[in-house]
């Protein structure tokens, strides 16, 4: 059975419900809990797990260890995942101080600019030239990126990426990058994302003004 964007969205929604139940000292939850967690129903909890024949026991649920670490190697979790990224500006710097990340199995292991104020190799991320990318990406086997470089760079900066290697892109610049059939492209628009939130709050306000 085919996996679509929105099955691997619920399922990192249903892992990090699955985090907050476990907190709360739940050991065995059924479809039933994690449907009101995460808003959708039941028989959607259950059809995605079949996906990935991921099974429950109709009188005991599941097992929130054994449901955490199946989720975790289906969306790659089980592995560290090494991430580079590209532009150092006010975003990216903040991006790369992020200590969730690691939390999730992710670790930006470096960042690149052309700005040579910004190289430094003291940090706990060092940052290089940008030249520098296809080999660091070759030689240390990276298959993420990030982009958060202006959007004149940003085709530019997934070119290269594109050359070294690079299955998928993060890409925060404002702009919809061109793909290579080969690397797969996230684009987050913070912009356009807040402009819309900004529009259904709006509608939300005249509605209840009526």
């Known amino acids: 059975m085919k996996t679509n964007k929105l099955c691997i969205m619920r399922l990192s929604k249903y ?82 101080h992020y200590s969730g990340f690691e939390k999730e199995g992710i670790k930006i292991v470096a960042a690149f600019d052309i700005d040579a104020s910004k190289f430094k190799h003291h940090e706990k991320i060092s940052a290089f030239p940008l030249e520098a990318l296809p080999e660091f990406v070759r030689k240390n086997n990276i298959r993420i990126g990030i982009i958060t470089v202006p959007a004149a760079a940003a085709q530019q900066v997934a070119d290269t990426m594109f050359s070294t290697g690079i299955k998928g892109i993060l890409n925060f610049a404002p702009i919809q990058l061109r793909g290579n059939g080969d690397c797969l492209i996230n684009n987050v628009n913070l912009e356009v994302e807040l402009e819309n939130l900004i529009y259904f709050v709006n509608v939300l306000i005249r509605t209840k003004v009526k």
């Open 15 to 96: 892992k990090s419900a699955l985090y907050r139940l476990r907190s709360m000292g739940f050991v065995r939850i059924f479809s039933d809990n994690l449907a009101d967690a995460v808003e959708v129903t039941s028989s959607q909890v259950r059809k995605d797990f079949s996906i990935f024949d991921i099974s429950g026991n109709k009188r005991g649920g599941y097992k929130i260890d054994e449901l955490i670490e199946k989720i975790n190697t289906i969306l790659g979790k089980d592995e560290l995942q090494k991430v580079v990224i590209v532009g150092l500006g006010k975003l990216g710097s903040a991006l790369t």
